[in-house]
């Protein structure tokens, strides 16, 4: 009787819309637009909604605010205020 091999389980990989790098889906933070229009970061990575990943760097999140891609990943404008909480948001995050 031949050996089973265990299978791999495989790691989901999302893009960051800032500086277009591959990464596991744990070490990204997802940017969500809640069915109610709502747009916050997901640190959980499990709100419902359209999401948009990107790397835990303000570099990458600078870069995909100036080119815009939030707003055309989640297909709704985004205020400057919204971008600036996040902003703050994800600087705390950086510092952990």
């Not at 299978?7 to 819309?17: A, F, G």
């Amino acid at each position: 009787m031949p050996l089973s091999i265990p299978k791999q389980k495989k790691v989901p990989e999302r893009r960051c819309v800032g500086c277009g790098e591959k990464a596991g889906k744990k070490d990204l933070v997802r940017v969500v637009r809640s069915p109610e229009g709502e747009i916050s970061l997901d640190l959980t990575g499990k709100k419902a909604g359209r999401g948009a990943y990107l790397c835990k760097k303000l570099s990458c999140f600078s870069k995909a605010r100036k080119a815009k891609r939030f707003e055309s990943n989640l297909k709704t404008a985004i205020p400057p205020e919204v971008y600036d909480a996040m902003e703050r948001q994800l600087a705390d995050e950086e510092s952990k």
